[in-house]
């Protein structure tokens, strides 16, 4: 028992307290050291003092040199004859230069320039020498070099292409509505028959809401005005609507369909279609309906015109006027609008060649 | 920012797949045409082909994202959903489509031929390659000068016709793979 401590005791010194001053043990040390520092500094002086900062920047320095002096003193790190020494050592630089944890777009650089970054790490070496004078390669090296510098570059622009990818992904999520099984380029890891749901249905209801606002309590002569100029009204909810979406930047992709309203009873059936004319599969273009009930109700006018907000004043006006003519005669019925569209929400209608077999509908 | 669970592996897998086809045939004519080694064949066709890929995606990557709508709408629509046509955009899809195949032509030839020159210069190979013939008798300079003599020809003329050519088929070999692949699919599908 005393021999395995002794033991690990031996190995820990043997790590970590350097046989000579002038080893990367020393570094790290230094760099453990000066991170001490600045912590006690920071918990006496706060955080706002500059030597804290500079002792912090000291100590990734220290730190980096000591990975980099470590691993190029390894001999054994390789991957199919490759040696990746540089690539660790560059991901250390990396998190050091650009702080990826701070935000997303740091992060994006830092995984972006990893293998650039990486192949300075591996180049620098031939540049400069340990008495720090510069000299260039000779062709072998040079050769290698270029071919490193080539493949990381490739590496880098495939991931920036990622990026890119999650970037559209963001600005029109309804491009996800089917998945992609038919890409060239991209892999979904989820589930093939990703079924997740465009915004189509939150533009409607927006829409749906706005209307029966605009709409609700109305006298019905102004509702069947409103309905007789709908494409100017219903443009402009439409617009509005396009604002309040998560990611605003599909709205160029999405177009509104008005039919002419249908008669259904007493009053109208209002019919809104939202086409998806973006980027899509063949068998997954789409669109979204909604259709809102517009129907007259006869609703006793209130004798005290003070009720209601000021979308409804100038029927109170008129009102006014007609009651101080007739004043003598019993409660009045107006005729006022009541818009119902419906609680389910919309979804996704597919037009396609096998549009019968896979629509939820 | 979420990031979706979506990876660009089956462009990997293709560009390596091209990649491979490209260095096979390139190599291949390298070898035959400018007597290379097997070896220096193969590094050539590999680091030259590589650089023309990287060249193009820094052309894709800075250009892209300078589109207008119209052009990004297509971009997506074929990277996301493999079809080139959007609302009925075709003749402008043809002409766009030629003007940068013609485009990747001539720069990835430019890219090839320089980088082989700059490695056999490297290697010193480049001076053997493109050295002046000989000094030639007096007739048969005066044949050359009228323009009958067989061996017309330079050196570098000859570089140039095989980069050319190596290029030619590596083109024309993805090209058809990529038909393939599109009709293969067109019948799965």
Not at chain 1, 60 to 82: M, P, R, T
């Amino acid at each position: 028992m005393q021999d395995i401590f002794q033991d690990i005791n031996k190995q820990a010194r043997l790590l970590l307290v350097p046989k000579a001053y002038f080893a990367w043990q020393t570094l790290l040390l230094l760099s453990l050291f000066s991170l001490f520092v600045a912590a006690a500094l920071e918990s006496i002086a706060g955080n706002d003092f500059i030597g804290i900062r500079v002792l912090t920047t000291l100590s990734w320095i220290f730190f980096i040199s000591a990975v980099w002096w470590s691993l190029s003193e390894a001999k054994n790190l390789k991957v199919y004859g490759f040696r990746i020494d540089p690539w660790i050592t560059g991901f250390v630089l990396c998190l050091f230069l650009f702080h990826p944890w701070r935000s997303d777009l740091r992060l994006r650089w830092a995984i972006t320039s990893w293998p650039l970054i990486s192949t300075g790490v591996m180049a620098l070496p031939h540049f400069v020498n340990w008495e720090l004078k510069t000299s260039l390669p000779n062709d072998k090296v040079k050769k290698t070099l270029i071919t490193t510098l080539i493949v990381n570059l490739l590496l880098s622009s495939w991931i920036a292409f990622h990026f890119r990818i999650q970037d559209w992904l963001r600005d029109y999520p309804s491009l996800a509505v089917r998945g992609f099984d038919e890409s060239e380029f991209v892999h979904d890891f989820t589930a093939s028959d990703r079924q997740q749901p465009s915004q189509g249905a939150a533009l409607l209801e927006t829409m749906t809401s706005e209307i029966s606002q605009a709409l609700t309590d109305q006298p019905w002569y102004q509702t069947e005005r409103w309905l007789y100029t709908r494409q100017t009204q219903l443009e402009a909810i439409f617009q509005r609507a396009l604002e309040t979406l998560d990611s605003p930047a599909e709205s160029v992709f999405w177009r509104l369909d008005v039919a002419e309203p249908r008669r259904s009873g007493e009053g109208y059936a209002l019919d809104l279609r939202a086409n998806w004319v973006g980027p899509a599969s063949r068998e997954g273009v789409f669109y979204l309906e909604k259709s809102c009930k517009i129907l007259p109700v006869e609703k006793p006018r209130p004798r005290v015109p003070q009720t209601g907000g000021t979308q409804t004043d100038r029927t109170q006006t008129n009102s006014a006027q007609t009651n101080s003519t007739q004043a003598d005669e019993p409660q009045p019925i107006a005729r006022l609008t009541s818009v119902s569209c419906g609680e389910d929400s919309p979804t996704e209608k597919f037009i396609g060649p096998d549009a019968a077999v896979v629509s939820p509908i | 920012m979420e990031y979706e669970p979506i990876l660009p592996l089956r462009m990997v897998v293709f560009q390596i797949l091209f990649l491979l086809v490209a260095i096979a045939l390139e190599a291949g004519i390298l070898r035959q045409r400018l007597r290379l080694g097997f070896q220096t064949s193969v590094q050539y066709a590999l680091v030259t082909n590589l650089a023309a890929i990287v060249f193009g995606w820094i052309a894709f990557l800075v250009l892209e994202p300078l589109m207008p709508l119209e052009i990004e709408a297509q971009i997506i629509n074929y990277v996301l959903f493999n079809q080139l046509l959007l609302n009925g955009w075709t003749t402008e899809v043809g002409a766009i489509l030629f003007g940068i195949g013609l485009i990747a032509f001539f720069g990835t030839f430019f890219i090839k031929a320089k980088g082989i020159e700059f490695f056999l210069r490297s290697d010193n190979a480049w001076q053997p390659l493109t050295k002046k013939p000989p000094r030639l008798p007096r007739d048969e300079r005066y044949a050359r000068a009228r323009g009958t003599g067989i061996e017309l020809g330079q050196s570098n003329a000859r570089f140039i016709d095989t980069i050319i050519q190596a290029n030619a088929a590596s083109f024309s070999a993805i090209l058809l793979l990529i038909l393939l692949r599109a009709f293969v699919e067109g019948q799965g599908g």
